[in-house]
């Protein structure tokens, strides 16, 4: 096992033996190599971003994600410029540094110019002091350059599943696998620290799938990476295939196994330990830390919005996630060997400014 750890260069094979490991010490010393790796390249500090999900209203239909157009049970809300600037302040005052701005995707003008007199309210607010990311869909470069020049410099826009085929099953016809290859494209062109990711333990996904996803996302120009479990929920199509995938044990340790064989294709990469592992496992977020991943994105939006921006179904609520408490939070993290970097940007070591 000690040679697969000798370089960053792992072959697809070797990739593959990697996730498919099942011994738990052979497992565990895996997920040590990554966080020592973590360690001994951009260090043990763990970045905080605020996540402000700031409206479950989406234009499309991706056949996983619960709050696709086509759902007519769910409530649609869009919070206030009011609430998102609290929200931002928040951040600001908690020493976060950082925020995430995350919606349904539209690309109407008048989504878009809203996001960006938001992003100016924002700023206005916080003294040009927090680190925004959007994550807002595919737009075109014209609307991404608007809200890059509004000194909007990170983005996240994951690719879901690098394999085209699999894309195509997982999306309507109209969700176009090139356009959105293109719009990650359009963000590094940009200028963005772009984020990427992938879901694991989708449907009809393989372990091939899940090898050529990291090397996908080592090769994308992305500086920044978030992944998790796929989490099934009843209001969409892939709902008829949950008895066919792995048990949500299996897809956590994947997901796990993902961030330490990509932390070691790319040790300087900034990795989030997302919700959905936390929904998993309550200490889903620890045990990605544990596994190479250096930030967290505590949820931060306002509990009455946060109960309807579900992706998926069984997102922690407020009781199981204390996020908001700073003890908690140091606690977690320094049982996972790491420290909280409060009132850090934490840009990602690949950034070049
Ligand atoms: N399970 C896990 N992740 C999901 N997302 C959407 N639906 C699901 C699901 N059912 C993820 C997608 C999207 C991000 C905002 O949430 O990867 O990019
Ligand atoms: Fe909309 Fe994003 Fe959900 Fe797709 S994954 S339906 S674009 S919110």
Redesign the pocket.
């Known amino acids: 096992m000690n040679d697969f750890f000798s370089n960053n260069d792992l072959s697809i094979d070797e990739i593959k033996y990697l996730l498919l490991l099942e011994n738990k010490n052979d497992i565990k010393l895996l997920y040590d190599k990554a966080s020592d790796l973590r360690n001994k390249t951009i260090g043990n500090k763990v970045y905080l971003r605020g996540l402000i999900e700031y409206s479950d209203r989406c234009s499309k239909n991706?056949y996983?994600?619960?709050i696709r157009a086509g759902n007519a049970n769910i409530k649609r809300y869009t919070m206030t410029d009011e609430e998102v600037v609290n929200c931002a302040k928040y951040a600001l005052e908690n020493k976060y540094k950082s925020i995430v701005l995350?919606s349904g995707e539209r690309s109407d003008k008048e989504f878009t110019n809203h996001i960006s007199s938001l992003i100016k309210k924002i700023h206005a607010a916080t003294g040009n002091e927090l680190r925004i990311t959007l994550?807002c869909g595919e737009q075109s470069m014209e609307v991404y350059k608007e809200w890059f020049d509004l000194n909007v410099k990170r983005y996240l826009l994951?690719i879901?599943a690098s394999n085209p085929e699999l894309y195509k099953k997982l999306h309507p016809a109209d969700h176009n696998y090139t356009k959105r290859l293109e719009a990650i494209n359009s963000l590094v062109k940009t200028g963005f620290q772009a984020g990427t990711?992938?879901?694991i333990g989708l449907p009809f996904q393989t372990i091939d799938d899940l090898a050529n996803d990291l090397i996908f996302i080592r090769d994308s120009g992305a500086v920044m990476v978030g992944m998790?479990?796929?989490?099934?929920?009843s209001e969409?199509p892939l709902y008829q295939y949950r008895n066919e995938l792995f048990s949500p044990q299996k897809r956590m340790e994947l997901s796990l196994k993902m961030i330490a064989v990509l932390r070691i294709l790319n040790p300087k990469l900034n990795i989030a330990s997302t919700t959905?592992l936390q929904t998993l496992d309550p200490h889903g977020r620890e045990l990605g830390i544990k596994a190479g991943a250096n930030v967290i994105m505590p949820n931060i939006t306002p509990e009455i919005y946060k109960q309807e921006y579900n992706?998926?179904q069984g997102k922690p609520s407020i009781e199981q996630e204390p996020d908001i408490c700073k003890t908690e939070i140091e606690k977690e993290i320094s049982e996972a060997g790491c420290i909280v970097a409060w009132d850090e940007w934490g840009d990602s070591k690949m950034y070049k400014t």
């Open positions: 991706c996983y994600c619960g995350q994550s994951r879901e990711g992938v879901m998790g479990p796929y989490i099934e929920h969409t959905a992706l998926y």
